[in-house]
């Protein structure tokens, strides 16, 4: 199963960008779906993820209260409002699903993976 990013690209700091991320039909609807994140020279690190049936969401300290991740679920797309940017935050973005309706912040445990976007934020 692939799944489908887009979203990214250019913006100055402190602007805003929002990040969808789609699997083929309603596939995700009630999975398990999340963000990840990987800049130059660095690990891939967890952003965002979204459950179903359980906790809401749970973010990474970097980003509360800047990024919101949603779902809808008739589109079976899961989106990422980012907004307050910061040069920090330039990356190219994951986003992530599970078999599982459990949310995670462990990108090991997710099964299916999007192709990334870039986000390049600049000051």
């Known amino acids: 199963v692939q799944l489908q990013a887009s979203g990214g690209g250019s913006v100055q700091a402190g602007g805003s960008l929002r990040l969808s991320c789609k699997g083929p039909g309603r596939t995700f609807s009630n999975n398990a779906m999340g963000w990840f994140r990987q800049a130059p020279g660095q690990e891939r690190e967890f952003v965002a993820a979204i459950g179903w049936g359980g906790p809401a969401a749970y973010y990474a300290d970097s980003v509360k209260g800047r990024f919101t991740i949603s779902r809808d679920v008739a589109k079976g797309t899961v989106y990422l409002q980012m907004n307050s940017l910061k040069t920090e935050d330039t990356a190219v973005y994951y986003c992530?699903?599970?078999?599982?309706?459990?949310?995670?912040?462990?990108?090991?445990?997710?099964?299916?993976w999007g192709q990334g976007t870039q986000v390049t934020v600049s000051s």
């Open positions: 992530a699903g599970r078999r599982s309706a459990a949310i995670s912040m462990d990108a090991g445990v997710y099964n299916y």
